[in-house]
C-alpha cells in the first residue's frame, strides 16, 4: 500500500512536470551508486546525471534513477529491475536513456552464481525501457573502473570486471544502441576513486562530460595529439593511419604529398586515415581539415622515427656530454628532428608546489614542447645518447631521422609499464608505493621529498607504477615510430629478481602501444659503478636481452666512471646503439652489430674455453693482457684468472683451480674487464 502510495504521489509529480517541461529532451541515467552519486558531498549537486544537466542546459531535463548496489543481473543481490527507481525511470518515459550497470555484479554473490544471465537480462532491461517509449534511444556504459584497492581486487572482481566490459561491447553491438564508454576516462586517474570504486566529484564530472558527448556528439572539435607540429618526422615506407578526434559525423579530410584522404568521424568522436607510405624526403605538408576548422603542418619529413625513453642517463643532455663543444658547434643539420619532451619540474631535491601537485593528478607533466631541426641550440637540451643515435643512422641511411625523447630522470621501469599489463601480473606493486620495498629506497623517499606539501591521499607523483606510461599515452598514443631504444635500470639494481619481471612488461607495454608486437627494442647495459649489486644485474640484463625476440642490448661498462652515475661519454653510447639498429632493424649485416656475447664455455684440461658471438679478433681494448676473467671449481668460489689469446680464441685458468667449473667475466661493479672484439666492441659481463 506504501509503494502504491509512492507510485501515484510520483505519478501526480510528473504530470506537473510534464506539464512545465513538455518540450524538454528527457535523459533518464539509469545506474548504481555510481549514477545515483554515493559518498559524494551535495549529492544532488555534484552526482553525474546534475552535472550532465549543466551542461545539456535548458532544452533538457535530467533523471537520476541511480539506486546503490543495484545488479543488472535478475538474480543478483539486488536487481535493479526490482527497485523503486526502476519503477521510476519507466513513468519518466524519457527520450534518451543512459543505462551504467555491472560494478556489482563483480561481487562474488553474483558473477560466478548467474553470468549466463548477463545478455539475456540486459536484453530485458532495454527492452522494458523501448516498452515505456519506443522512440527512446538508448546509450548503455562501459563500466567505469573499480581501482587495485578495492578489497576483492585479486580475488576475482578483476577478472569479472575485464568479461563484463567484453560482453556490455557485444551486447551494444548485437542491440544496435550506443555504447559510452566509461572506463577509459578514468582509468589512469585512481585518484579520482578515493573508494576504488566510487568517482569524487572530479570523476563525476568527466563522466558528465563523456556522457554529454555521447549524447550531442559534441567533443569540442577538431583536436591532434600535443605530438604533431611543424618540423616532425614521419615514419617512411609505411602505411600511417593519422588519427584526431572531431565532432561526431564530422567530414575530415587529411592532405599531404598531393593526395586527400576523407572520412567521417565517428559517434565516439574519433576519426582515422590510413595514408599511402611516404618516401623519405624533406619539404612535406599536412593539413587535417574539418568544416569548422583546419590544421597545417609544415616543413615535415619523412624518415626514420625512435623513442628515446629511460631514466637519467638518457635524459642526460649533449650540452652535458664529454664532447659537448664539438658536437654543439656540428650540430646544424635538417635531417635531424628532436621532439624533447621535458618535465615541467625536476625530481630532484625539492619540495613541489601544491599547483604542481595538481597538475600531476590530471596527468599533466610534461611542458608543451614542438619539434625542431637539430641546431647547436636545439641539441644543448636534447638526450646526447638519442642525438649520437640520429646522427650515426641519417649519416648511414642517408635520411631524416626524427628521435623523440621522453625520459624522466629517476624513473623506475614500473612507472613505464601500462597499468592494465601491470595490474594482472604484480597488482601488488601499487599497494602503499611509497613504503613498499617493490620501489628502490631512494626512489620512495625522493617521491615523497617532492609530495611533501600534498593535501589528498593519493596524490601522485612521476614514479608512481603506471603514471609515466599513462602520461606518454596522451602525448605518443598512435603515432608510428620505428623502434625504441632504452636506458634504464639504475632505479631497479635494488632487485634484480623483480626487475625481470619488470622489463618483459616495459616491452610488451610499449609494443602494445604500437600496435607492433615485433617493434626492435634497443637497450644501454647499465655501466660500471662502486654499487655492489651492479654487476649482477648486468648480467641479468644480458640474458634478458637473449630471451626477448627483438631485442637487443649495447654495453657500456667501459665508459664507466666509478663515482658518478652519470657518465659522461655518451657519443660512443649513441653510435653503438645505433650500429644495432643498422644491423639488426636496417639489414646492414656487415656491420657487427655489438661486442662478445658468450654463447659457450668448455671446461676441459683444467682450463675453461669460452666463445663468443661477434667475437671475431678478440682482443685486450689497451695493452696485451686481457683482463677482467675469474674462475671457479666445484666450490663457487672465483680465483682471478689468466687469459691466453691464441688468435682470437681464449685459453682462461689459474693456479689455484684444479678442475674449474664455472667463469665469469667482469664481475665488480666498476670493473677493468677490457675484452673487445676486432671493431673495438666490449664484452658484456656474464656469468657461466
Known amino acids: 500500500m506504501k509503494s502504491l502510495k509512492r507510485f501515484s504521489v510520483l505519478v501526480l509529480s510528473l504530470v506537473i512536470s510534464f506539464s512545465v517541461y513538455a518540450d524538454k529532451i528527457k535523459v533518464a541515467c539509469i545506474g548504481n551508486s555510481v549514477t545515483y552519486g554515493h559518498l559524494l558531498p551535495y549529492r544532488e549537486d555534484n552526482a553525474y546525471p ?59 554473490r553474483n558473477w560466478p552464481n548467474y553470468s549466463d544471465d548477463f545478455e539475456k537480462d540486459y536484453y530485458t532491461l532495454i527492452d522494458s525501457i523501448k516498452s515505456s517509449n519506443p522512440k527512446c534511444k538508448i546509450w548503455i556504459c562501459k563500466m567505469s573502473p573499480i581501482t587495485y584497492e578495492h578489497n576483492r581486487f585479486k580475488s576475482g572482481t578483476r577478472d569479472w570486471y575485464r568479461e563484463i566490459q567484453s560482453r556490455i561491447e557485444d551486447i551494444a553491438k ?17 585518484n579520482m576513486l578515493p573508494d576504488a570504486l566510487h568517482p569524487n566529484v572530479d570523476g563525476a564530472k568527466i563522466i558528465a562530460r563523456t556522457v554529454y558527448s555521447a549524447i550531442t556528439g559534441n567533443y569540442g572539435g577538431l583536436k591532434m595529439s600535443p605530438i604533431y607540429s611543424d618540423n616532425m618526422v614521419l615514419q617512411r615506407n609505411t602505411p600511417l593511419e593519422i588519427k584526431g578526434i572531431a565532432n561526431a559525423g564530422d567530414n575530415v579530410t587529411v592532405t599531404i604529398a598531393d593526395k586527400k584522404y576523407k572520412t567521417k568521424c565517428g559517434k565516439d568522436g574519433k576519426w582515422s586515415v590510413s595514408i599511402k607510405p611516404l618516401k623519405a624526403d624533406t619539404g612535406y605538408v599536412l593539413t587535417v581539415a574539418t568544416k569548422e576548422k583546419s590544421l597545417t603542418y609544415s616543413n615535415i619529413a619523412a624518415g626514420e622515427v625512435w623513442l628515446c625513453s629511460g631514466q637519467s642517463n638518457m635524459v642526460f643532455t649533449v650540452g652535458e656530454s664529454a664532447t659537448a663543444e664539438e658536437d654543439i658547434a656540428t650540430a646544424d643539420n635538417f635531417n635531424i628532428r628532436l621532439f624533447n619532451m621535458q618535465p615541467a619540474y625536476l625530481t630532484d631535491t625539492s619540495t613541489w608546489s601544491m599547483t604542481f601537485l595538481d597538475s600531476l593528478n590530471r596527468l599533466d607533466y610534461y611542458k608543451p614542447t614542438k619539434w625542431q631541426e637539430c641546431n647547436g641550440e636545439s641539441v644543448k637540451s636534447f638526450s646526447a645518447v638519442g642525438y649520437h643515435f640520429a646522427k650515426a643512422v641519417s649519416d648511414s641511411l642517408n635520411v631524416p631521422v626524427g628521435v623523440i625523447c621522453n625520459a624522466i630522470g629517476g624513473s623506475g621501469a614500473e612507472a613505464w609499464i601500462s597499468r592494465d599489463i601491470l595490474e594482472m601480473e604484480i597488482p601488488d606493486i601499487f599497494y602503499h608505493w611509497t613504503k613498499s620495498d617493490y620501489i628502490q629506497d631512494w626512489v620512495r623517499e625522493r617521491a615523497e621529498l617532492n609530495c611533501k606539501r600534498y593535501e589528498i591521499k593519493r596524490q601522485r607523483h612521476p614514479y608512481e607504477p603506471s603514471y609515466l606510461y599513462a602520461v606518454n599515452e596522451l602525448w605518443i598514443n598512435d ?42 627494442f634497443y637497450f644501454v647495459q647499465l655501466s660500471s659503478l662502486n654499487r655492489p649489486s651492479w654487476c649482477s644485474f648486468r648480467n641479468s640484463q644480458r640474458i634478458l636481452s637473449e630471451t626477448i625476440p627483438n631485442v637487443g642490448m649495447v654495453v657500456s661498462s667501459d665508459k664507466g666512471d666509478s663515482l658518478d652515475v652519470h657518465p659522461k661519454q655518451k657519443k660512443e653510447i649513441g653510435a653503438r646503439l645505433a650500429r ?15 661486442g662478445p656475447m658468450i654463447k659457450k664455455v668448455d671446461f676441459k684440461r683444467g682450463a675453461a674455453y669460452p666463445t663468443f658471438e661477434y667475437g671475431k679478433d678478440l682482443r685486450a681494448e689497451s695493452g696485451d693482457t686481457i683482463l677482467g676473467f675469474e674462475i671457479a671449481g666445484e666450490d663457487k668460489i672465483f680465483y682471478p684468472a689468466i687469459v691466453e689469446n691464441n688468435k682470437g680464441e681464449l685459453k682462461v685458468w689459474c693456479v689455484e683451480v684444479e678442475n674449474p667449473k664455472y667463469i665469469r667475466y667482469g664481475w665488480q661493479p666498476y670493473t677493468n674487464a677490457n675484452l673487445v672484439n676486432g671493431d673495438g666492441l666490449p664484452a658484456s659481463t656474464f656469468r657461466y
Open 50 to 108: 546534475a552535472r550532465l544537466q549543466n551542461l545539456l542546459g535548458d532544452n533538457y531535463m535530467v533523471g537520476n534513477f541511480g539506486k546503490s548496489g543495484a545488479t543488472l543481473l535478475n538474480r543478483g543481490h539486488r536487481p535493479y529491475m526490482e527497485q523503486d527507481e526502476f519503477k521510476d525511470a519507466m513513468a519518466f518515459e524519457a527520450d534518451i536513456a543512459v543505462i551504467h550497470l555491472g560494478l556489482n555484479d563483480t561481487d562474488p
Open 174 to 190: 548485437i542491440k544496435e544502441v550506443g555504447l559510452i564508454d566509461l572506463q577509459t576516462p578514468l582509468y589512469n586517474l585512481p
Open 479 to 520: 603515432f608510428t615510430v620505428k623502434g625504441m631504444l632504452w636506458y634504464q635500470g639504475e632505479s631497479n639494481a635494488h632487485n634484480i629478481e623483480l626487475h625481470e619481471k619488470l622489463f618483459p612488461m616495459v616491452v610488451e607495454s610499449w609494443r602494445k602501444q604500437q600496435n607492433n608486437p615485433e617493434m626492435p
Open 580 to 594: 644495432l639498429a643498422l644491423n639488426k632493424t636496417y639489414n646492414m649485416k656487415k656491420l657487427t652489430p655489438c
